[in-house]
């Protein structure tokens, strides 16, 4: 039988969309998204504050580079971005003829390599696709998908882990992050989606697999065989992602949304749209930043 934990309400918030979360060692903030507010979220725990930047399109995912500068995963690309709002350089378009796509999950691996997912606005299958942004350019590297959503990667770096969320499965790639080539998708995790769609995703130092269940009300964590170990349950059903950060990366930090919530089903989860965090024994893999080469 899994472990039960509960996660406990780290601010609360009134996200539509809360998304992508990132963990910054260096300030020791979380950074996250609220993707149909267009804005960027930065949660300080040392004092539960959050700060809020507004920008002009949708912001599904955020990031730092080597030089602590923002990057965001914006509506039509990814942009180096100022702390006022401003998109100021555009480092790749992705879907540019297409406003019917934008992003969605984006998470960087330990070469500081972007991997960016897109989506429809209206869920179309099949139009979607994982791209990966490095210093040779943006490529597209798994089409006909229709949420790309949660990503992360085994210990030993030789696997990588992905979400298209209508599939109801984690998938596992063989991964040579030498050159960003996947290889050998196959389902790891299946899951049945009446009790919630799987979401984002992170790993923690001992291999284990932390999934995020949009209208499930949780997360769980799996093993590298994909067996059930633990689950985290909220008091809010739309959980959309999370992140380990904390002076020793044993937080486990949990985004929610309360997208297309009626009055009613807010009365009944007013935290939704809010941040929570877990205190566990694990300690999680690092957020990654973009090494942002010859831009």
């Known amino acids: 039988m899994p472990t039960i934990l509960s996660a406990e309400l780290a601010v609360e918030l009134d996200c539509d969309l809360g998304e992508g979360p990132f963990w910054d060692e260096a300030k020791q903030e979380l950074y996250f998204v609220d993707i149909t507010n267009k804005q960027v979220k930065i949660f300080s725990p040392s004092d539960s504050s959050a ?79 994982l791209f990966s942004l490095d210093s040779k350019g943006l490529k597209e590297v798994v089409p006909v998908l229709t949420i790309a959503n949660g990503m992360g990667w085994s210990r030993d770096q030789k696997s990588m882990y992905f979400i298209d969320s209508p599939t109801g499965r984690v998938d596992i790639f063989d991964c040579d992050l030498q050159s960003g080539e996947l290889k050998n998708r196959r389902p790891l995790i299946t899951f049945d989606v009446t009790s919630g769609i799987p979401d984002g995703l992170t790993t923690d130092e001992d291999g284990g697999i932390w999934v995020a269940f949009f209208g499930g009300g949780e997360v769980r964590r799996f093993d590298p065989s994909g067996e059930l170990t633990h689950v985290v349950t909220l008091p809010v059903k739309q959980v959309t992602s999370c992140c380990f950060g904390g002076k020793d990366m044993s937080e486990l930090f949990i985004t929610t949304a309360r997208y297309a919530m009626n009055s009613e ?4 989860e007013p935290l939704a749209g809010s941040l929570f965090k877990l205190s566990t024994t694990f300690k999680g893999s690092k957020s990654h930043r973009y090494e942002r080469t010859g831009t």
């Open 51 to 129: 700060r809020t930047i507004q920008f002009s399109q949708e912001v599904s995912a955020v990031f730092l580079d080597q030089n602590s500068e923002l990057i965001v995963a914006a509506r039509d690309g990814v942009f180096g971005a100022s702390r006022d709002g401003t998109l100021k350089t555009l480092l790749a378009p992705i879907e540019p003829e297409d406003s019917s796509i934008r992003t969605n999950d984006a998470k960087c691996d330990s070469t500081g390599r972007m991997w960016v997912g897109t989506m429809a606005f209206d869920f179309t299958p099949g139009v979607a696709a």
């Open 265 to 268: 089903s807010l009365a009944r």
